[in-house]
């Protein structure tokens, strides 16, 4: 589903993208492409093409929804956070993956404690966070920390992830790049209730409900999926 929000019907076509025990960065057709740890992926509408983080390989690639080739897009497949174009751009640990209506896409990068943006030419910057700076801190782009954020999703005009060592929920205003709380007050736990005192331990997974504008946390840590309300209570 799209920025794990509302399903999206594909077409009916059954068909496998990789080799199976074969770890590798090919591009190519389906039955050629090699993956190297798949960790998570959206349907890009604009380009009909799912959108797919490689933990591993340390890059995302395009993969054609009709054709299942599959494009590396951005990131060498060198551990190390650089901006750039394409392959010439440098990606750590790429998670948690979300695409905006103009095909803009967002990666979550948990070894280096940003998220980066990713534009339809395959430009790669960093959006929120301090490159291999772990921490907590509320601020304006490259001025924010992070520590381990994994997964995200776009609800609005903003981009809420679960900021996993951390134990919190925060969200970034795309327009201004600003970094601030959701849920948590950094205590692990599984306490429901309001927002500052609701607690996680260990969020991975997030999707957004475009409709009530709930999102859904899958609470690792807890071995729970958590609702958090408009109101941002648990």
Same mark, same amino acid.
């Given at each position: 589903?799209?920025?794990? *929000? ?32 798949? @960790? ?16 591993? *390989? ?24 650089? *901006?750039? $174009? ?14 905006? #209506?103009? *095909?803009? #896409? @967002?990666?979550?990068?948990?070894? !280096?404690?940003?998220?980066?943006? $990713? ?5 790669? #910057? ?9 921490? @907590? ?22 981009? @809420? ?42 969020? $991975?997974? $997030?999707?957004?409900? !475009? ?6 946390? #899958? ?13 941002? !209570?648990?």
């Amino acid at each position: 589903t799209p920025n794990g *929000g509302n399903p999206t019907t594909l077409p009916a076509l059954a068909f496998t993208v990789g080799q199976s025990t074969v770890t590798g960065q090919v591009s190519g057709t389906r039955d050629v492409a090699l993956l190297n740890g798949p @960790y998570h992926f959206v349907l890009d509408a604009t380009t009909d093409e799912l959108v797919l983080a490689h933990f591993a *390989g340390h890059h995302v690639s395009r993969i054609g929804v009709l054709s299942g080739r599959n494009n590396q897009f951005a990131g060498s497949g060198t551990p190390a956070v650089n *901006g750039g $174009i394409g392959l010439a751009a440098d990606m750590n640990g790429p998670t948690g993956v979300a695409v905006d #209506a103009a *095909g803009l #896409a @967002y990666v979550a990068q948990y070894t !280096s404690h940003v998220i980066i943006s $990713i534009t339809s030419g395959a430009t790669v #910057a960093t959006f929120a966070g301090k490159a291999g700076t772990l921490g @907590y801190h509320e601020d304006t782009g490259i001025a924010a920390e992070l520590k381990g954020p994994v997964g995200l999703c776009i609800l609005g005009t903003d981009i @809420y992830f679960s900021d996993n060592t951390n134990a919190r929920v925060r969200k970034i205003a795309i327009g201004t790049q600003l970094t601030t709380l959701v849920n948590g007050d950094g205590v692990t736990g599984n306490n429901d209730g309001p927002a500052l005192r609701a607690r996680f331990t260990g969020p $991975i997974g $997030i999707v957004a409900d !475009s409709g009530s504008g709930a999102l859904y946390v #899958a609470d690792s840590g807890s071995d729970v999926i958590r609702k958090i309300l408009p109101d941002h !209570s648990v």
